[in-house]
């Protein structure tokens, strides 16, 4: 099981210094096509582009990161209402739901990426597929990260009793 923990914190060390370099080099396109718009009166025709598909990749890697530090939302009224057996089954119960959702979230990503497979994007030329493959690789970004919260939920288990 600590396996699995530390292969979910190398990835997400390794998502976050992408993540870095994504919205680094995204900061730095829109800045020159502003300035290459306003001051040049030139625009950059693939500029947007590229900054709306480095955005996709943001978002879903960046939910993978918020994921991993459980900086999503969540919504605790009644989990906190519940004693440590109850709270310790809806854990266990919102891992396994959260995985199957990964799952399904590989299985139709790759499906969306396959199905898109001979666009290209007007601007960059670029096979849609590339961009679109953001979805199931997060998805076993998150995948990873479920299972490794998920064994970790059950050792503590039994490590409580």
Do not use: C
């Amino acid at each position: 099981m600590a396996a699995i923990r530390r292969i979910s914190l190398r990835i997400n060390q390794g998502v976050e210094y992408l993540l870095f370099g994504l919205g680094f080099t995204m900061a730095g396109i829109v800045a020159v096509q502003v300035f290459s718009r306003y001051m040049l009166n030139r625009s950059l025709f693939w500029s947007e582009e590229l900054a709306r598909f480095l955005l996709v990749w943001l978002t879903f890697l960046g939910a993978s990161v918020a994921y991993y530090r459980k900086a999503n939302p969540g919504i605790d009224v009644l989990y906190s209402r519940m004693g440590p057996a109850l709270q310790r089954a809806a854990a266990l119960l919102i891992h396994v739901v959260s995985i199957g959702l990964f799952a399904v979230m590989i299985y139709y990503g790759w499906q969306f990426a396959y199905f898109v497979r001979l666009q290209i994007s007007p601007a960059l030329n670029l096979p849609k597929w590339i961009v679109m493959s953001i979805i199931p690789a997060s998805g076993s970004i998150l995948l990873v990260h479920g299972i490794a919260f998920f064994l970790e939920e059950l050792k503590r288990g039994r490590r409580d009793h």
